[in-house]
């Protein structure tokens, strides 16, 4: 089974300040995404990336900017995080193809901005 | 863009009543792939079951689902609710091959099973 982790797992931050969130996963996974989870909005897809060196906007990247410096890690910043961005943050990997298509998520991030 | 709807926010059932989630979806593409995803308190989702075929049934857990490309749904089903079963429930798109690997998720449903 795919093993995504991510760092930190809990997080406070104050406004304007930069947070970096990290993913690992083990799985040699292609692809790697972030969502945020809120409740009444669902997850929705920040970032994702098809390889290293690649990323992607999702559906709301706006304030968020990722990097995919290996095929194992995938990192969401923010540059100057605002009360908005208070969330929780999901990291997952996939490898598209054949009769798979399924995203492996890690633990998630509870990220609180003051 | 692609949309997934799922009309119920928080379902409430007693255990051994049957369970059924709706999702509807919107997508131009002409053959999604369709996916229920599950999440336990305090865990993150994993994948319950998912469809690739129109018109054919798929069951994972005792759960199952139909995708319905000519109502464009594909309902969550159970014949008989269990405590364990409470969750919260996502239905998810995929394009296909088309646009390989993106999922668009619904806000999703929480089931509250009671004794």
């Known amino acids: 089974e795919a093993a995504v982790t991510q760092s930190p797992r809990n997080k406070v931050a104050v406004t304007g300040g930069k947070v970096t969130l990290s993913c690992n996963q083990t799985n040699n996974h292609n692809n790697m995404y972030w969502y945020r989870q809120d409740t009444g909005h669902g997850l929705r897809l920040i970032h994702y990336s098809y390889g290293a060196g690649s990323t992607e906007k999702g559906d709301i990247p706006d304030g968020y900017k990722a990097s995919r410096p290996s095929q194992e890690n995938f990192s969401l910043i923010l540059e100057l995080a605002t009360p908005s961005q208070t969330s929780v943050y999901f990291c997952?990997?996939?490898?598209?193809?054949?009769?798979?298509?399924?995203?492996?998520f890690g633990p998630g991030t509870r990220l609180t901005v003051l | 863009g692609d949309s997934v709807t799922q009309t119920e926010g928080l379902v409430t059932l007693t255990e051994g009543l049957p369970v059924m989630l709706n999702c509807t979806y919107q997508?131009?593409?002409?053959?999604?792939?369709l996916f229920w995803y599950v999440q336990h308190l305090n865990e993150s989702p994993r994948l319950l079951l998912k469809s690739f075929t129109d018109n054919k049934r798929t069951e994972h857990q005792g759960f199952h689902a139909t995708l319905h490309k000519s109502s464009s749904s594909f309902h969550l089903q159970k014949s008989s609710a269990q405590l364990s079963d409470s969750a919260l429930y996502y239905c998810?798109?995929?394009?296909?091959?088309?646009?390989?690997?993106?999922?668009?998720f619904g806000r999703g449903t929480r089931l509250q099973v009671y004794a």
């Open positions: 997952a990997s996939g490898d598209p193809g054949g009769d798979s298509y399924e995203q492996y």
């Open positions: 998810a798109l995929s394009p296909g091959t088309q646009v390989v690997g993106q999922l668009t």
């Open positions: 997508t131009i593409y002409s053959n999604p792939f």
